[in-house]
């Protein structure tokens, strides 16, 4: 079920098939965070999906979570506590977004 948002939204770039934050996505993640107050942050990853073949989804959808997990260590390298993020993935999708759920 997605996430409902009512805040603030940031959109994540990756490089095609990798999970590993580039240098400005992890100053985009930081300003974010600053952005926070107490609101709760939802994080989708998403993982480039080219096909709707069960295995391709498989890894797109592993891809989603990996890259929505290294958002999650840059926010909580930023100060975010656990508790107040939620993850999600989609095998569809390119990057990530970043959400505040109030």
């Known amino acids: 079920m997605p996430l ?5 939204a940031a959109t994540i770039v990756f490089v095609a098939s990798s999970s590993d934050l580039s ?7 930081k300003a974010f965070a600053a952005k926070r107050g107490t609101a ?4 989708t ?16 959808l592993n891809l989603g979570l990996a890259r929505a997990q290294s958002i999650v260590e840059a926010l909580k390298a930023d100060g975010v506590p656990g508790a107040s993020i ?15 759920i109030p």
């Open 86 to 100: 939620r993850v999600s993935a989609e095998a569809s999708g390119n990057g990530a977004a970043l959400r505040l």
């Open 45 to 60: 990853g998403y993982g480039d999906a080219i096909s709707s073949d069960p295995e391709a989804q498989s890894a797109a």
């Open 23 to 29: 240098a400005p996505a992890a100053q985009e993640v």
């Open 4 to 8: 409902a948002s009512t805040g603030p």
């Open 40 to 43: 709760t942050i939802g994080v």
